[in-house]
């Protein structure tokens, strides 16, 4: 009994190592690949390396071990939700007019009775009625493009917020809250949960000047999503986006009973940091 016990450790022990030297070696691959893709000078070739980027990743994503698996080397989104149900490979390919195309990967564990299989979701970007995107529904896998760059559980069994940026064009950047589903091997992005006042959207959308920078961040504590109050820097600029930025206000959405309530003007004091230490804070008494 005890050779048969030593011979399966040593079996799962080689075979463990054979799966992390595998995906060793395709994440060399891959980085290869990307940053190929990044160094290409034209719209067609960035595309081009893009797309063959795409279809090696994804095929390496249906493998188990790489659901853990950092991939450090790739400079490009990755994250895992907080519950592990679902992780994102997100990135951007910049165009030389100032915008970007973006991809998105969703790989989503089965359920236990099948936690060796993966599921790898492909978002496809909207191309048409780019307007009035706060509340347009979208179809099982369509999206409004973006880098994800938190993920926050829901009250909602299957439902996350999420906190994103989109390079929006020259001029301007984009800051977004937006709703994905996961459920039965399916993405849906957007939901009807964000209230100001008697409207309500299925995601925000913040958009301001392309040479400052917009904070959004989930409090954890708090339960809210605090924010920049965006405003243009001279009042005859109003509704004019691309001379927007932060105006020392702070707004949030605070979670309630499944919806997200917007809340003006609210209180926030940064954290005093070691080098804050010489100098006094005129907000704290």
Not at 44 to 68: G, I, N, Q, V
Not at 135 to 163: A, C, V
Not at 223 to 238: V, W
Request: aromatic share 12%; glycine share 4%; with cysteine.
């Amino acid at each position: 009994m005890p050779r048969i016990a030593l011979f399966f450790s040593f079996f799962f022990l080689f075979h463990s190592l054979s799966a992390q030297s595998q995906i060793d070696g395709i994440e060399k691959e891959l980085s290869q690949k990307y940053e190929a893709m990044n160094a290409a000078r034209s719209d067609s070739a960035r595309m081009f390396l893009s797309d063959a980027f795409k279809a090696e990743l994804k095929r390496s994503l249906y493998k188990t071990e790489a659901f853990e698996h950092p991939f450090s080397s790739l400079k490009m989104c990755t994250i895992t939700s907080p519950d592990k149900a679902f992780r994102v490979f997100n990135w951007n390919i910049p165009m030389n007019d100032g915008t970007h195309r973006y991809e998105a990967l969703i790989m989503i564990p089965r359920a236990a009775q099948e936690r060796e299989l993966m599921d790898v979701i492909e978002l496809k970007p909207i191309e048409k009625d780019l307007d009035r995107l706060e509340n347009r529904s979208f179809r099982e896998g369509e999206w409004m493009p973006f880098l994800i760059y938190e993920i926050i559980p829901d009250k909602k069994e299957d439902q996350y917020i999420l906190l994103a940026w989109d390079g929006h064009d020259r001029i301007s950047n984009r800051k977004v809250i937006d709703v994905i589903t996961i459920s039965s091997r399916s993405v849906r992005l957007g939901a009807p949960v964000f209230k100001d006042g008697k409207s309500t959207y299925k995601r925000v959308l913040f958009t301001y000047a392309e040479e400052v920078n917009m904070s959004l961040r989930y409090q954890e504590k708090e339960k809210r999503i605090l924010f920049d109050h965006l405003a243009p820097k001279d009042p005859r600029l109003e509704g004019q986006f691309q001379f927007y930025g932060p105006d020392m206000s702070f707004d949030s959405y605070i979670s309630d009973k499944g919806k997200w309530n917007l809340e003006s003007d609210v209180e926030f004091l940064r954290k005093r940091q070691e080098k804050d230490k010489k100098f006094n804070d005129p907000r704290r008494k």
